[in-house]
C-alpha cells in the first residue's frame, strides 16, 4: 500500500525538476501513489500547452511507469462529505483519495494544506 500521494502541481513540479529538497527527499523513500484524477489532469495540462510531453506515450512513461495509481471509486466519493475545505472538484477528489486511504496527502495548496482532516506529507 502507498504512504505518500502527490497532488497533480508536485507530480508536475516533480516531472519538471523543481522539488523542494524536502519534498525530493519524501518521494525518494516513499512508495509513491497518485488518484487517478490526478491522470487526467496531466492530459489537460499537455492539452492546453500548460505542460510539455512529446507524446502521450511519453506521459504515460512517466507516471504510470513510477507510481501506483489509486481509483477514484465510491469509498474515494463518500470521504467527500468528510473535507472541511471546498475547491475545484479535482483538488477535492485527490484530497478525499488520501482521506479514503490514509495516505498523507504532499501538496503546497494552502486550502488542503488548511484541512485537519486531510492526512499531510510533513
Not at 15 to 35: F, H, K, N
Not at 95 to 120: E, F, Q, W, Y
Amino acid at each position: 500500500m502507498a504512504n505518500l500521494n502527490l497532488d497533480t502541481h508536485i507530480l508536475v513540479f516533480l516531472l519538471q525538476g523543481r522539488l523542494t529538497a524536502a519534498e525530493e527527499r519524501l518521494i525518494r523513500v516513499a512508495d509513491v501513489a497518485i488518484s487517478a484524477v490526478v491522470l487526467w489532469e496531466l492530459w489537460k495540462l499537455n492539452s492546453l500547452g500548460k505542460i510539455k510531453f512529446n507524446a502521450a506515450a511519453e506521459l504515460e512513461q512517466a507516471v504510470l511507469s513510477q507510481f501506483r495509481v489509486l481509483p477514484v471509486d465510491a469509498h474515494v466519493c463518500a470521504a467527500l462529505a468528510q473535507l472541511d475545505f471546498r475547491s475545484d472538484p479535482a483538488d477535492e477528489l485527490i484530497a478525499a483519495t488520501s482521506v479514503a486511504h490514509g495516505v498523507p496527502l504532499m501538496t503546497r495548496d494552502r486550502r488542503i494544506r488548511a484541512s485537519k482532516v486531510v492526512p499531510l506529507a510533513a
